[in-house]
């Protein structure tokens, strides 16, 4: 599994940061990570501290907040990812069929009108 970051990506200027590049028990292992750490624990996520995830150009981290930002950065290598709990258990339920079988299929974790989304791609597509 491979975390990424990739810049104006349309005419709009809109930004992607990507986890790419896994299979089904990856998906398992990230889906139960969020479950426990952000869930569970009520803790923020560092996407850099999992052996399964290479980072390739820049770091995530998922943190627990009172609305729903979405994914910011002041310098596109060190990118924070804000949602309320009930926006991390939605984004539990839309890595569900990832955890189920194998796709090629692709997923936005969240839905907010944010300059940067974050893409959950097998294949690294969308």
Known sequence: MT??????INEYGDNIV??????????????EAVKQTILVEGKEMDLSYFD?????????????????AGITSTDKVYF????????????????????NRETKG?????DIDSLTDFLFSPGGTW
């Open 18 to 31: 990507r986890l790419y590049g896994f299979d089904k028990a990856q998906a398992v292992l990230f889906t």
């Open 80 to 99: 924070y990812c804000d949602l309320t709990l009930e926006s991390y258990a939605q984004m539990i339920v839309l890595l569900e069929p990832f955890c």
């Open 52 to 68: 399964f995830i290479f980072l390739r150009n820049c770091n995530l981290i998922l943190r627990i907040a009172e609305e729903d």
């Open 106 to 110: 692709f997923q936005y974790l969240y």
């Open 3 to 8: 975390l990424d970051f990739i810049d104006n």
